[in-house]
Nanobody, 116 residues
Framework: VQLVESGGGSVQQGGSLRLSCVAS????????MSWYRQVLGKERELVAL???????RYADFVRGRYTISRDNAKNTIFLEMNGLEAGAEATYYC???????????WGRGPQVIVPS
């Protein structure tokens, strides 16, 4: 299983960024996918999740500014982030959980930098 993210970088406050994650090594369309983030000095936290049938859930702090989506034909998920604040500066990880055996898989995590 491999999860390869792209799209991180530096963006001004109020700006937008789109993260992508290409998955391989499993039947992508059958599994939920998530984006997590880890702010320096804090625990990793869920940002957004998308189920195998396209339903999405978001952390409260997203407040309608982010959109998670998936393209099953390309084994890819996306996170569109708008209205970025300094507090959004973090490492963002793509994640999935497979079964039999149950295991979590993570990407390496691109950094998102939002200078204050």
């Amino acid at each position: 299983v491999q999860l390869v993210e792209s799209g991180g970088g530096s963006v001004q406050q109020g700006g937008s960024l789109r993260l992508s994650c290409v998955a391989s090594g499993f039947t992508f369309k059958n599994f939920a996918m998530s984006w997590y983030r880890q702010v320096l000095g804090k625990e990793r936290e869920l940002v957004a999740l998308i189920t195998n049938d396209g339903k999405s859930r978001y952390a409260d702090f997203v407040r309608g500014r982010y959109t998670i989506s998936r393209d099953n034909a390309k084994n890819t998920i996306f996170l569109e982030m708008n209205g970025l604040e300094a507090g959004a500066e973090a490492t963002y990880y793509c994640q999935t959980q497979l079964f039999r055996p149950k295991a979590d898989y993570w990407g390496r995590g691109p950094q998102v930098i939002v200078p204050s």
